[in-house]
């Protein structure tokens, strides 16, 4: 997996690329977030499957966030945004 970070002040956008599963979740999760950054988008274009192991650093990016500002995942295709929907992320997240 690829992932590319741009901030832009207290704002940060996270494109991750590829599979987020059980191999590569770590490193989404090991991803460092700047203590002045309030705002994260997660930009999903590139995302083509994600494991239960995504949803876990998903959720936990997510209560992070919650804590100091708002995560907002964007971009999803339809095979994500299905597998949001059966496991009521969809009614969790912050989803445009």
């Known amino acids: 997996m690829q992932i590319t970070k741009q901030q832009n002040g207290d704002s940060l956008?996270?494109?991750p690329a590829g599979r987020l599963d059980?191999?590569?979740?770590p490193q989404l999760e090991s991803e460092e977030i700047a203590a002045n950054v309030v705002n994260v988008v997660l930009d999903m274009?590139?995302?083509?499957?994600?494991?239960?192991?995504g949803l876990r650093v998903i959720l936990s990016l997510h209560k992070k966030?919650?804590?100091?500002?708002?995560?907002v995942v964007k971009n999803i295709n339809d095979t994500v945004i299905e597998v949001f929907n059966v496991t009521?992320?969809?009614?969790?997240l912050n989803i445009e």
Do not use: C, P
């Open 88 to 92: 009521g992320f969809s009614n969790i």
């Open 65 to 71: 966030m919650k804590s100091r500002g708002k995560l």
């Open 22 to 25: 059980t191999t590569t979740a």
């Open 45 to 53: 274009t590139d995302v083509e499957y994600v494991s239960s192991a």
């Open 13 to 15: 956008i996270i494109v």
